[in-house]
């Protein structure tokens, strides 16, 4: 009974386009999940951290332009190298900026003294122990799949 | 009633607990960073008190070195008709961030110019200040160095020797480097206070001091005599700049202020022993920064008041001048790849605007010629950040005038050349 049914051409035609709509769907929130960039913290930073995002940008934090977190702590900015492919769309997809954008006042607050520049690392996994070691830091993993 | 007693008791000698292990604790890790046998305590880790103390401390430099090969006019040594190699810059810095709001930075630069610098170079210190942040709420801050800062004159003045810092090799003529020594930096103090808003972030330093002019190729600038045997001298002079950026740099907007003065260092004998100068400037600045595209424009106006200047045929008797300058430049940078950029930029500058074709100028009886009062430039470069630390860049200018040459590449003022040509190439790395 089934599988006349199948076989019954329109109801293979919508049996199809359903499918292949299940299909788009997963693909997409799997797409979005695998690739999906978060910002982390130090274990002890959580809740400074969702309180730091209802009061400012990120984008300012990556800027050095917020430098202390509510609680008064300096805050500690790592990021990956600006040529990284991870670094380029966080840049872009979480802080709405562009990769020379940070770069540009990085180089201003290094070359005059003014400020420090994030700390650079090379990789995801070296991210995630530097930020789980150091207290007061932020930083960003792509949360999907493993990497490099 | 007793057992809320009995339990605010608890809570109270629960809290007193705590708060003596916790003092004993901060006390024996404190006995331990001191103490000599620090190896006696299992729990002390050498690394973690030195870590933090570490990641305070930042270390960071450049160099740059250029090849320029040119036509008519010399630019960096001797580069007409030839290759010179004569332009290298090296810096280093160290910062220490020591109380959340206490910093230190210094900066040690090595200079090479062509022949204002001769070919073994220079090495100044470049910055050197401590960092005050007096005030700070959520939006922003307010604080103030001391020692010698660098100067916010403009959008590229503040980091004019890091090469990876401003899209071509030359910077803008309103950037030149006879008066480098005028705008580099200044021993005294900058007040700052940073404000951000949704709508942007605001952000002012106001510089007051000394700048250090004894420098022959400013003081040739301003006199044109290559006998000058004295040094300019500095007042005190106040610089300031107001800086607005939306989107965190997408947009910004910045005008800067400067009133510099300036006395004269020589023998009782010296005709120039009285030269006192006063320049008042401006610049407005405006710059956008897409993902692909970047425009800049900015636009300066200098009142400069040199005052005695000894009479060439009146021994003993003096003369004022007042000439006021304009500087002005359109910028258009476009990357092609991330890491690739082509920039193009229509570029003047002119000695006077009361005479803007030196008409007036070339009157004088030396027969110096009127091309001396102004130069129009138009540059074509390419950019290649091949690393994010190495940098690669050519490019070409086509000039017309010469105010801006050094007088110690091109010490013939007369046979200076008015239509030239630049080819530069420049490697650079950062850190």
Redo the contacts between chains.
Sequence with gaps: MDSSLFHTPSIHKKQRIFCSFVCACLFTLSSHSAYALEVITHPDNIAQLEQLEQ??NL??VF?M????WPN???I?VIVL???NVIH?RFVKEN???????????W??L?????G??P?TVDSIAEMQELVNQ?KNSIGYIDNGEPHE | MVSLMNKFTLTGLTFLCCLLLSITHVAAAENASTASNTLENDDFKWSDYKKPWM?DV?I?G?LSQGLFSTTGNNVYGKSKDSVSAGSTEI?L?I?Y?AL?NV?F???GLYRRAGESTGSEGKVSLD?A?I?YTFF?H?AG?FGV?AGRV?NPWGLYN??RD?A??HPTIFLPLAYYERSRALYVSMDGGQF?S?Y?TRAG?FSFKLNLGLTNPADKELLRAITLDPTIQGNLTSDLSVLANLNYEI????YIFAFSYANLNLGYDGQTLDPYKDLTAKIDSFMLSAQY???RLSLTAEYALQWNQFNQLPNPFVPGATFDSSPVSEHWYVQAGY?IL??LQATLRYDSSVQDINDRKGVDFSQNPFSLPAHLMFTRDIVFGMRWDI??AWMLRAEYHRVHGSSTVSAFDNPNLIQQAEDWNIYALQLAY?F
Aim: net charge positive; hydrophobic share 20%; glycine share 6%.
């Design positions: 009061q400012h984008a300012s800027a332009r917020t430098l202390y008064g702590e300096r500690r190298p600006d040529n380029q802080l709405h900026l562009f990769p020379h954008q940070l770069r540009r006042t180089n201003r290094t070359y005059t003294g003014t420090q520049a700390n150091t | 990641d930042q960071h450049f810096g810095n910062s961030q959340n910093s930075a210094i900066q910055f200040f960092d700070r959520q801050r160095r660098k503040e980091t890091v990876a810092t700052y940073d951000n972030n989107d965190n740099g997408k920064n897409g993902e990357r991330d890491n690393t994010p950062q």
